[in-house]
């Protein structure tokens, strides 16, 4: 039965790995339990500058940034444009405004692009859980299926038995 269910996992993985790799995998897979709390994890492993990119993330991708941003912008044109017309701080063209929103941009891009490439590789840790759950189940519902073959070929002796024992009574 051990045999058999190597094979299968063999065969599954059907990749170029070491011997020692595979049989790693194998263990893996047919003794101990696979899965894996991916979020506890990561969040175990998070450095601060992980946490602050986290927090930025969520704050800029926010509708509230958004709406206060924007009225933000509209109340420095605003005030640039119309109240202090004359003696404006960032008289229109708005350089300074310009200036503002480019160095924004400049560093919030690689901090989402940060936060975006960890929740990648969280990504990527479930999709191998899941891989190696599903594989794992893949075996048991094989082994459970050759048990249940089993059961049903001892029945089948135990209804030829009985029956042959019947016949025997009835002669």
Same mark, same amino acid.
């Given at each position: ?30 003794? %101990?339990?696979?899965? +894996?709390? +991916? ?42 444009? +119309?109240?202090?017309?004359? %003696? ?9 405004? %310009? ?51 089993? +059961? ?20």
């Amino acid at each position: 039965m051990e045999k058999k269910k190597k094979e299968i996992v063999r065969m599954l993985l059907n990749q170029n790995l070491d011997e020692k790799d595979e049989e790693e995998i194998i263990d893996l897979l047919l003794n %101990n339990p696979i899965t +894996v709390d +991916v979020d506890k994890e990561n969040d175990a492993k998070m450095t601060f500058g992980d946490k602050v990119a986290d927090k930025l993330s969520a704050v800029a991708g926010s509708w509230t940034f958004i709406i206060g941003f924007t009225c933000f912008l509209l109340f420095w044109i605003i005030l640039n444009g +119309v109240i202090l017309a004359e %003696n404006a701080i960032d008289p229109y063209p708005f350089i300074l405004l %310009n200036l503002l929103l480019s160095c924004l941009a400049a560093l919030q891009a690689p901090v989402i692009m940060m936060s975006q490439n960890r929740e990648a590789k969280k990504d990527t840790i479930r999709n191998k859980n899941d891989y190696h759950t599903d594989l794992k189940s893949e075996l048991i519902l094989e082994q459970l299926y050759d048990r249940l073959e089993k +059961v049903i070929q001892n029945q089948g002796r135990i209804l030829a038995e009985l029956k042959k024992i019947d016949d025997d009574k009835n002669k």
